[in-house]
């Protein structure tokens, strides 16, 4: 994050083997309305592919959803921890899709930054990776 000036660069991925892809995809392209670059890297992804195609490409954020079941609680910590060890928890990590309340706090003590459902309107999720890169960058320079 040498430049301050590029783009926010978002890695937006589903890990594991839910299929229900359309929020991520119309997620990707508000983004990219916003200014950002999307590596969009689509559906049934590991977290080591997605870790490492965030730091390949030396992205900002990685955003994750997962719709199907509980499975997100071994995914979305996966990946973290995954960033964590290849010195790259620089990176926001942010998660939506069906994510219960119980399991929030335990994902944001490991790292996830915010959790945007269905309805959650997009300014808002757009000006939460704003905030959280420019602090991320501002803590580097």
Not at 59 to 84: G, I, Q, R, T
Not at 117 to 123: K, M, Y
Request: with cysteine; hydrophobic share 40%; net charge negative.
């Amino acid at each position: 994050m040498e430049n301050s000036s590029r783009k926010i660069k978002v890695v937006v991925a589903m890990p594991g083997l839910d299929c229900h892809d359309r929020g991520v995809i119309y997620l990707s392209h508000v983004l990219r309305e916003a200014g950002m670059e999307v590596v969009y890297l689509g559906k049934f992804n590991t977290p080591e592919h997605i870790v490492n195609t965030a730091i390949e490409e030396d992205a900002d954020v990685v955003a994750m959803s997962y719709l199907n079941d509980h499975l997100y609680m071994m995914f979305f910590p996966k990946v973290v921890e995954l960033l964590k060890e290849r010195g790259a928890n620089d990176i926001c990590v942010m998660a939506g899709g069906r994510i219960i309340e119980e399991d929030r706090q335990k994902l944001r003590d490991l790292g996830i930054t915010g959790f945007f459902g269905q309805s959650t309107p997009t300014p808002i999720m757009i000006d939460h990776i704003t905030e959280r890169v420019r602090k991320e960058r501002w803590k580097s320079a």
